[in-house]
């Protein structure tokens, strides 16, 4: 099953994840420093659902923002 909504095209977008350690100047430390960067993913909140399409139901992977938006129907 790929990530991608059906509907939308969304899918699995890159980012990094940042580690910082020390105290804060506002605490009264030498401020915080930046001890590990790593590569993650952002993955799209996907459901797996039966929906109307044309005259039939079909079962689609829809992200849930289209779900929201009301861009589906569910049969």
């Not at 952002?42 to 929201?68: D, E, H, W, Y």
Request: contains cysteine; glycine residues 14%; positive net charge.
């Amino acid at each position: 099953m790929s990530a991608i909504c059906e509907i939308c095209g969304k899918g699995p977008s890159s980012g990094s994840r940042i580690v910082r350690h020390g105290l804060s100047k506002k605490k009264g430390g030498i401020g915080l420093h930046t001890t590990a960067v790593t590569k993650r993913r952002f993955k799209p909140n996907l459901q797996k659902l039966r929906a109307k399409v044309g005259g039939g139901v079909k079962t689609m992977t829809v992200c849930a923002s289209c779900i929201k938006a009301g861009k589906i129907t569910k049969a």
